[in-house]
Every structure is written in C-alpha cells, then in structure tokens.
C-alpha cells in the first residue's frame, strides 16, 4: 500500500497584524481535522510558520484527493470562523472563493503532496515558508540535488549518480500548467537559465532517476489565475525525501546557510534574505524577513515520528546573525531599486496606481522646441 503525505497551509487569522495565529484559532482548525479526518487519515501534524498554519496530514487516498482537501478546507472555515470572533487580523484572507469546488489548489491555499511505497526507513523533511513565494525553493532546491559542493553525494553515493529530472512550470502562463522536464547534470545549464527567475519558472516537483522515485514537492501554481487577478505570494510549502537515493539530511539543508534573496517581506513587494527559523516563529521585522522552517520526520506504516526541528541548533543560531545584517542591510536602500519588487510583480496596487496616473501627465517635447531649448542654454552660456 502506497502512503500519501499532504501538506496544506493558509492563512486564516493572526495576532497583531502578519504575527502568528491565535493559540485558541490553531486549537480549533487541529480539533476539526482530528475529529472529521479519524477514518480518512493516518496521522496528523499541525504547526504554524509566521501567520499560516499548516496540516501535515498522511492517509493512503492519493494526491488530490477531493474528500483531504475538502477536509482542510471546512477547518480553515472552522479557524476562519474563530478568527472572526475574537477580531484577528486577515480573518479567512487565503480562502478566495466562498465555497469549496473539488480541489483546494486555486481557492488560496498552499498545497503539495507526494505518494510513494515507504521504505523500510522513509525520511523526510517538511518545509514552511512565509512571507515570500514558492521560488524561494529554486536556489536551495536546485543546489541539494545538482551541486557537489553541497551535495557530497553526487560523488560519494553511486545511487544518486544517474542525477535527477527537475519538473519546472512557468507560473505566469495562465491557460494551464505549462511545464517542462529537465534532466540533471546533462541540462545542468538549462535548469539554471531558468531557475533564475524566481518569479516566473519554479521547481514543482525532483524525481530520481535511478528508479523514478518522487523526491520533492514544492506548493508551485500558477499565481495570476486565482479569483481572476494577481494574487502575489502564497507562502509556499515543500516536502523533501532523504537519503538512499536521494540526498542527505544535512545536504537538503545546507544550502539554506545562504539565506538567498527572495521576494517577500513588507506587504509582499521587495527583496529579502530568507532566514531559517525554529518551529512555530513568528513574524517581526518589516513583515519579515520571509522565513523558512524546518520539521524533520520518519514515517513508518503511515504513521509520523515526532519531528525534529532541523534549524533549533547553534549552527543556525549564526545564521539568522548573518541574515539579519543582510535584511538590515537591503532595507537601508528603502524603495530604490532591487530592495523593492518591480512594478510587475508589486502585490499592492498603490505604486502601480500612482504610475498610472503619473504617466497622462508625460508629454513628449517636440523636436524643435527641445533643440531651440539647448541652442538658447548654449547662447547663454556665451553671453556669460
């Protein structure tokens, strides 16, 4: 029997702004699963990442399941519906439709999920991410499983010789899920030309190609087809297998030591380092910086250990030191630049308003006038 692991994460409700949902809120939607999921799921994990809370949920129904996501769904109601009574902020604000249609994927949520045969060990680590958007995975993901100098078992392992195929979409593409497969290492460069651009190709899903076997999910979808509009950064989730045919623990996690540029933070709209976090952080400086956590488990029959935070070690302790200077650093630069997003991928629509109105009032100078205007400065310039 195969086991499914999905994740599903949204926003329902926070303390004091972008901060962290209520304890009385997260109670409720974990309550709600554990009562109406008994005979749909195996196990149950719920945590929260800033002001999302997420369900780690296995069961053995396969992705995309209607009755797991309708499940999540009715408790992101039932936490909406708390979140309400006691006058949080953003109360039900990632559920953009008013009803649930089928599938979860489209109606606000983050979602991925993965189904595999265990192995007699089945490692994995769940990653939850705020403030920032699912191509905050590119760069971590692309050097776990593509570069030696993070991945020592691209060399040492003989199972992960044959490299990995990258399953990446192109989130602007509104019509579909336009994909591509690329194969690492023989279109190493290929992956990268499009990894890039975090904003627009992004890493849905890793695949072994020792025996095909998932090895990554991340919660990719198409961000400008939900309630017919730009909807900006959807927090976005990851499952990652290790070991055996895939990489190390500790080579999933190292690239994180970077705390790479993302986009995030503030309102959605700039540039910041993306900081490894304990379990259940919360948000602070400027909505940020957009962060990622860490929970390590085995799973087992269906059955999870108890996690492990991955970034709860004085290693990380430094980390979140180096990335503070570098957020503190990109905010000094304020709105000039590459602290701040470009017009096209701003989640608040004042700037572009502003530039919308700004740009009647342009006009084009005639040639002559703009020529008589410099022959006159020349004049001046001679009388003086």
């Not at 029997?1 to 329902?12: E, F, N, P, Q, R």
């Not at 979409?169 to 690329?182: A, K």
């Not at 990335?323 to 602290?339: H, L, T």
Request: aromatic share 8%.
């Amino acid at each position: 029997m195969k086991t499914t692991i999905s994740v599903i994460k949204a926003d329902v409700g926070s303390i004091g702004g972008h901060i962290k949902p209520s304890a009385r809120l997260k109670q409720t939607v974990e309550q709600f699963v554990r009562d109406k999921g008994k005979k749909l799921l195996s196990d149950l994990y719920v945590s929260s990442t800033g002001d999302d809370v997420a369900l780690l949920m296995a069961h053995e129904r396969g992705a995309n399941d209607s009755k797991i996501h309708e499940l999540a769904w009715d408790a992101f109601m039932a936490g909406t519906k708390v979140a309400k009574e006691q006058g949080l902020y953003g109360a039900g604000q990632d559920l953009l439709k008013d009803a649930f249609s089928g599938n979860i994927r489209g109606l606000g949520p983050a979602s991925c999920e993965m189904e595999f045969e265990e192995r007699p060990n089945e490692p994995f680590i769940f990653f939850a991410a705020d403030k920032t958007d699912p191509g905050a995975y590119n760069l971590p993901l692309y050097l776990a499983f593509c570069d030696p100098m993070h991945c020592a078992g691209l060399l040492l392992s003989p199972k992960m010789a044959k490299g990995f195929t990258f399953t990446i979409m192109d989130v602007n593409h509104t019509e579909g899920d336009r994909v591509i497969e690329l194969n690492a290492p023989e279109e190493l460069y290929d992956i990268a030309c499009l990894l890039r651009d975090n904003e627009r190709f992004v890493v849905e899903s890793i695949r072994s190609r020792a025996n095909n076997d998932i090895a990554a999910v991340v919660s990719t979808s198409r961000l400008h087809n939900i309630a017919g509009t730009y909807t900006g950064k959807d927090d976005p989730v990851a499952l990652v297998r290790t070991q055996g045919n895939f990489p190390a623990t500790g080579e999933i996690l190292s690239p994180f030591r970077i705390g790479h540029y993302v986009a995030g933070t503030m309102r959605g709209s700039h540039n910041g380092p993306l900081m490894p976090v304990k379990l259940n952080s919360t948000i602070s400086f400027f909505d940020g910086p957009a962060i990622v956590s860490a929970a390590a488990f085995c799973v087992h029959n269906g059955k999870f250990t108890e996690p492990v935070d991955a970034f709860d070690h004085p290693f990380w302790d430094w980390v979140r030191n180096n990335v503070s200077q570098k957020a503190a650093e990109i905010r000094n630069q304020g709105f000039s630049g590459p602290a701040m997003l470009p017009y096209s991928e701003l989640e608040y629509g004042g700037v572009v308003e502003k530039m919308g109105q700004l740009d009647e009032r342009f006009i084009v100078r005639k040639d002559e006038v703009h020529a008589a205007a410099g022959a006159g400065n020349g004049r001046k310039k001679k009388a003086a």
